[in-house]
C-alpha cells in the first residue's frame, strides 16, 4: 500500500492483480485498486473531480479525466473517510497509476489539488 498527504487530504492506494479477467496470451492485464480517501484536515471538503495517468511497460501513457470517482462526488467532514474499489487494464503485465483528485474546501469554495501518489500494477508471476 502506497500513501501522501496533501493540505490534510491523506490518499492511501493497494492493488490488486485480476487473473480471471486477464488473458497474457492476449496481452491483456486487468488490476483493480482500492483507494482510501481520509480528511485529516481542519476544513470539510468535497472531491470533484479525478485526473489519472495510466503508464504501462510499452511506453503508453493514457489519461483519464471526469468528475468524482466511481459516480460519486463526496463530501468528507474533518477526520471522515470514503473508499471505493476500481479497475484498469493494461496491454502489459507492468504498469503504474498516478495523479490528482481536485477538491473543494467547502466552507470558502477554495479548490485544491491532492496527490494520488505513484503506484505499481505488476502480475505477481513477474514477481518470480
Same mark, same amino acid.
Given at each position: 500500500?502506497?500513501? &501522501?498527504? @496533501?493540505? #490534510?487530504?491523506?490518499?492511501?492506494?493497494? @492493488?490488486?492483480?485480476?487473473?480471471?479477467?486477464?488473458?497474457?496470451?492476449?496481452?491483456?492485464?486487468?488490476?483493480?485498486?482500492?483507494?482510501? /480517501?481520509?480528511?485529516?484536515?481542519?476544513?470539510?471538503?468535497?472531491?470533484?473531480?479525478?485526473?489519472?495517468?495510466?503508464?504501462?511497460?510499452? $511506453? !503508453?501513457?493514457?489519461?483519464?479525466? $471526469?468528475?468524482?470517482?466511481? #459516480? !460519486? !462526488?463526496?463530501?468528507?467532514?474533518?477526520? !471522515?473517510?470514503?473508499?471505493?474499489? &476500481?479497475?484498469?487494464?493494461?496491454? @502489459?503485465?507492468?504498469?503504474?497509476?498516478?495523479? @490528482?483528485?481536485?477538491?473543494?474546501?467547502?466552507?470558502? #469554495?477554495?479548490?485544491?489539488?491532492?496527490?494520488?501518489?505513484?503506484?505499481?500494477? /505488476?502480475?505477481?508471476?513477474?514477481?518470480?
Amino acid at each position: 500500500m502506497v500513501s &501522501s498527504i @496533501t493540505n #490534510g487530504v491523506k490518499i492511501s492506494v493497494q @492493488t490488486e492483480f485480476q487473473p480471471e479477467y486477464s488473458n497474457p496470451f492476449q496481452a491483456h492485464f486487468v488490476f483493480s485498486y482500492h483507494v482510501r /480517501i481520509q480528511n485529516e484536515s481542519d476544513f470539510t471538503v468535497k472531491l470533484l473531480r479525478r485526473h489519472w495517468y495510466i503508464y504501462d511497460a510499452n $511506453g !503508453q501513457i493514457r489519461e483519464v479525466e $471526469g468528475e468524482g470517482v466511481v #459516480g !460519486q !462526488q463526496p463530501t468528507l467532514e474533518p477526520g !471522515q473517510s470514503y473508499e471505493y474499489t &476500481s479497475g484498469c487494464n493494461l496491454n @502489459t503485465s507492468i504498469g503504474k497509476m498516478a495523479g @490528482t483528485y481536485q477538491m473543494e474546501r467547502v466552507f470558502d #469554495g477554495k479548490y485544491f489539488n491532492v496527490i494520488i501518489p505513484d503506484f505499481n500494477l /505488476i502480475a505477481p508471476f513477474r514477481m518470480n
